[in-house]
């Protein structure tokens, strides 16, 4: 980009002489920007064109000139930005804040939150760190999920605050053969996000590649068959019936991509730029249902801001701050909400170290020492878990004072960064009645393997729940390898024979009732225990509007507005 090597042009210049007037020759100016005497003249006349600089030649060779820098690189690169950003020329602001990524912040805030550029509403987020790759079958943050589900659409979809599985590139679907037959029937004049008429034999495609992906494969494994018996209808002939179906499609493992370009989806946003400084979305023109009232959202990625200002900024990922820094002070929540999902505690039978009993007596010292309700952490950020949903409480444990912990125990704990707060407190707390805590680190957001987990006795980590609570947490005894590395084998094959007799129930309260006793057992064995919840939080100023929290924290991008700028 030319006005990008001319800043940097004038930035090498600016090194060297300075803001004070200085005397130079033609000669030295061309060294100084390795080009020739003649093309030296040409730059230093068109940067006073600009009104960067003033050049006072003098007459007679080698003279020296008076030349004045008039701008500091700051202060230009901040004006080019502006520019650029109200040009709509993302991709040149880009290569203009890189040129100074330490200061991308400063740069930056002027322009963040809520803007009309070029004619579209716009809304610029700045995010504390690197995302991953957009992939629905291999993230684990809680913004890429709320990404990926913004950029692809599945044959059905999960709204903000509906449980119930909606149309999405299915209008409908039909139930047959006692729950072992589903028909959904396609949309016409389906479009990916590069244009590109989307057809049943492309879903097709994508579903046979998802049926043998690890991360897919257990949402489907009870599919006997997936068939197009019409241009417009997928069908799923099933092994059993299974009643989850419905929801099972809607999430993130089972996303529709094309079968080609696995980046292009269908869903309300489209990938436009995906850089380290930058991921831009742009809204999809051909999408089939209601399209969004923003055109395009930016996050920008900034540097990490100081680290006692981890719970009054975006810094922490369950307080987002949409706004520019002028507006901060009339930023005021507008969602607040408490996870449906928790971090939790979980207890390895498998390894063999702790017996039930054991882990019992655990968490009742944990339970009645107020561990949790005691950690240092703001109460605004978390609160102590009482039920792991609503109406499913967690049982207090009542155990014989007899029954001793083991001399040493292995706890493995990942993300987020509050678990090492619980650590440290379960030490202390173990340390009093005989046991040692021997604590690791993973820094991943998913456990790898059951082999991992076979390393400790002890668990920490925590689990999104989406917008259909009981279908998340069914989902979770089946996807996560948690479970296989935790249970012994008499319990898996228990678990996996419940979780299929629980799918084969038509009537939803049945299938809820079940899963929730089913839990119940565990907790009451201590084998998975929730410790807290967090405290969602979104604030913005008022010009923005439609703010609506999702299950995972964030706001619905489909459903925010900017009010246009209107003159007084």
């Given at each position: 980009?030319?006005?990008?090597?001319?800043?940097?042009?004038?930035?090498?210049l600016y090194q060297q002489l300075g803001s004070a007037p200085?005397?130079?020759?033609?000669?030295?100016?061309?060294?100084?920007?390795?080009?020739?005497?003649?093309?030296?003249?040409?730059?230093?006349?068109?940067?006073?064109?600009?009104?960067?600089?003033?050049?006072?030649?003098?007459?007679?060779?080698?003279?020296?000139?008076?030349?004045?820098?008039?701008?500091?690189?700051?202060?230009?690169?901040?004006?080019?930005?502006?520019?650029?950003?109200?040009?709509?020329?993302?991709?040149?602001?880009?290569?203009?804040?890189?040129?100074?990524?330490?200061?991308?912040?400063?740069?930056?805030?002027?322009?963040?939150?809520?803007?009309?550029?070029?004619?579209?509403?716009?809304?610029?987020?700045?995010?504390?760190?690197?995302?991953?790759?957009?992939?629905?079958?291999?993230?684990?943050?809680?913004?890429?999920?709320?990404?990926?589900?913004?950029?692809?659409?599945?044959?059905?979809?999960?709204?903000?605050?509906?449980?119930?599985?909606?149309?999405?590139?299915?209008?409908?679907?039909?139930?047959?053969?006692?729950?072992?037959?589903?028909?959904?029937?396609?949309?016409?004049?389906?479009?990916?996000?590069?244009?590109?008429?989307?057809?049943?034999?492309?879903?097709?495609?994508?579903?046979?590649k998802l049926r043998r992906h690890p991360c897919s494969q257990p949402s489907l494994s009870n599919l006997?068959?997936?068939?197009?018996?019409?241009?417009?209808?997928?069908?799923?002939?099933?092994?059993?019936?299974?009643?989850?179906?419905?929801?099972?499609?809607?999430?993130?493992?089972?996303?529709?991509?094309?079968?080609?370009?696995?980046?292009?989806?269908?869903?309300?946003?489209?990938?436009?730029?995906?850089?380290?400084?930058?991921?831009?979305?742009?809204?999809?023109?051909?999408?089939?249902?209601?399209?969004?009232?923003?055109?395009?959202?930016?996050?920008?990625?900034?540097?990490?801001?100081?680290?006692?200002?981890?719970?009054?900024?975006?810094?922490?990922?369950?307080?987002?701050?949409?706004?520019?820094?002028?507006?901060?002070?009339?930023?005021?929540?507008?969602?607040?909400?408490?996870?449906?999902?928790?971090?939790?505690?979980?207890?390895?039978?498998?390894?063999?170290?702790?017996?039930?009993?054991?882990?019992?007596?655990?968490?009742?010292?944990?339970?009645?020492?107020?561990?949790?309700?005691?950690?240092?952490?703001?109460?605004?950020?978390?609160?102590?878990?009482?039920?792991?949903?609503?109406?499913?409480?967690?049982?207090?444990?009542?155990?014989?004072?007899?029954?001793?912990?083991?001399?040493?125990?292995?706890?493995?704990?990942?993300?987020?960064?509050?678990?090492?707060?619980?650590?440290?407190?379960?030490?202390?707390?173990?340390?009093?009645?005989?046991?040692?805590?021997?604590?690791?680190?993973?820094?991943?957001?998913?456990?790898?393997?059951?082999?991992?987990?076979?390393?400790?006795?002890?668990?920490?980590?925590?689990?999104?729940?989406?917008?259909?609570?009981?279908?998340?947490?069914?989902?979770?005894?089946?996807?996560?390898?948690?479970?296989?590395?935790?249970?012994?084998?008499?319990?898996?094959?228990?678990?996996?024979?419940?979780?299929?007799?629980?799918?084969?129930?038509?009537?939803?309260?049945?299938?809820?009732?079940?899963?929730?006793?089913?839990?119940?057992?565990?907790?009451?064995?201590?084998?998975?225990?929730?410790?807290?919840?967090?405290?969602?939080?979104?604030?913005?100023?008022?010009?923005?509007?439609?703010?609506?929290?999702?299950?995972?924290?964030?706001?619905?991008?489909?459903?925010?507005?900017?009010?246009?700028?209107?003159?007084?």
């Open positions: 980009m030319r006005l990008v090597h001319r800043l940097s042009q004038y930035q090498r200085a005397a130079i020759t033609i000669g030295e100016l061309a060294a100084l920007f390795y080009c020739s005497e003649r093309h030296a003249r040409t730059l230093v006349q068109q940067l006073q064109d600009q009104g960067w600089l003033s050049w006072q030649s003098q007459p007679g060779r080698g003279k020296r000139a008076r030349l004045h820098c008039l701008k500091t690189p700051d202060e230009l690169r901040a004006l080019l930005l502006q520019q650029l950003l109200l040009q709509g020329n993302h991709q040149g602001a880009l290569e203009m804040a890189q040129l100074d990524p330490q200061h991308l912040q400063d740069l930056l805030s002027p322009h963040l939150g809520g803007q009309w550029q070029a004619g579209s509403p716009t809304l610029r987020i700045p995010y504390y760190r690197t995302l991953e790759t957009l992939d629905p079958l291999t993230l684990t943050g809680r913004a890429e999920q709320h990404l990926v589900s913004t950029l692809h659409a599945g044959l059905t979809r999960l709204t903000t605050g509906n449980p119930e599985p909606q149309p999405d590139l299915a209008h409908h679907w039909q139930i047959g053969n006692n729950g072992r037959r589903w028909q959904f029937f396609l949309r016409s004049q389906l479009r990916w996000h590069n244009g590109e008429p989307l057809t049943g034999q492309q879903l097709l495609q994508t579903l046979e006997a068959a997936v068939s197009l018996p019409h241009p417009l209808c997928i069908q799923f002939d099933l092994q059993l019936p299974d009643y989850w179906l419905a929801h099972r499609l809607a999430e993130l493992p089972c996303l529709m991509t094309h079968p080609e370009l696995p980046a292009v989806g269908a869903g309300p946003f489209k990938l436009a730029l995906n850089e380290p400084h930058l991921v831009r979305l742009e809204q999809h023109a051909f999408y089939h249902l209601q399209h969004p009232y923003l055109e395009n959202i930016e996050y920008w990625i900034t540097p990490d801001l100081p680290a006692d200002d981890a719970y009054t900024s975006c810094q922490h990922p369950v307080r987002i701050t949409i706004g520019q820094q002028d507006e901060l002070a009339q930023a005021r929540p507008v969602q607040r909400s408490m996870s449906l999902g928790w971090c939790y505690l979980a207890i390895n039978l498998r390894h063999g170290v702790l017996s039930e009993a054991q882990g019992q007596k655990l968490l009742m010292l944990i339970q009645q020492s107020d561990l949790l309700s005691n950690l240092p952490i703001p109460n605004s950020v978390i609160t102590p878990s009482r039920e792991m949903l609503p109406g499913w409480h967690i049982p207090r444990q009542r155990i014989d004072e007899d029954v001793a912990l083991p001399a040493r125990l292995t706890l493995l704990y990942r993300p987020p960064v509050e678990l090492e707060t619980v650590t440290l407190a379960l030490q202390r707390l173990l340390a009093q009645h005989g046991c040692e805590l021997d604590v690791r680190y993973y820094s991943g957001k998913r456990w790898q393997s059951a082999e991992q987990i076979a390393q400790a006795d002890l668990l920490l980590a925590d689990n999104l729940i989406g917008e259909a609570p009981e279908a998340t947490l069914e989902s979770w005894l089946r996807q996560d390898t948690l479970w296989r590395g935790i249970l012994p084998e008499p319990r898996w094959r228990l678990q996996q024979d419940t979780l299929q007799r629980i799918q084969q129930l038509q009537a939803q309260q049945s299938r809820f009732a079940q899963l929730k006793d089913y839990y119940q057992r565990l907790m009451a064995s201590a084998i998975i225990t929730p410790l807290f919840h967090y405290q969602y939080q979104i604030s913005a100023p008022p010009r923005i509007h439609g703010v609506t929290l999702t299950a995972h924290g964030w706001f619905d991008f489909c459903q925010a507005w900017l009010p246009p700028p209107v003159e007084n």
